[in-house]
């Protein structure tokens, strides 16, 4: 485990909140923050301008966030990481597990989370 701070936008917007009262994304994403001093945690509307987000549209279920690396001033210190869709428990729990972790090197998140990375 290292100590690198960050920034963590979620998405709030209809498709990605949980409609599950037993999924609870951001409770665990706020209980790693608070481990970190200078981590953030920022709960924000639509993250991708994704059509799935606009109203009336036909979409997919999941959260989305992004990742940002920062120094002690937080100031970004590398690339940000978009992370999505998070469909289940499994996924939160392995997205929790990696921020806690805060390695933050993309490349330990399974395919499938990695937005724009995903496996073929």
Request: aromatic letters at 4%; charged letters at 20%.
């Amino acid at each position: 485990m290292t100590d690198q701070p960050f920034t963590v936008a979620v998405c709030q917007a209809d498709p990605c909140r949980p409609h599950d009262p037993g999924f609870a994304l951001l409770p665990q994403l706020a209980a790693i923050v608070r481990q970190r001093p200078q981590s953030v945690l920022v709960r924000t509307g639509c993250l991708l301008r994704a059509p799935r987000c606009q109203p009336g549209a036909a979409h997919d279920r999941g959260c989305y966030l992004v990742v940002q690396p920062c120094d002690a001033r937080r100031r970004p210190s590398g690339a940000a990481i978009p992370i999505g869709p998070v469909l289940t428990r499994a996924d939160a729990e392995a997205v929790a597990a990696w921020l806690a972790d805060a390695d933050l090197d993309a490349d330990r998140l399974n395919p499938r989370l990695r937005l724009g990375r995903q496996a073929a």
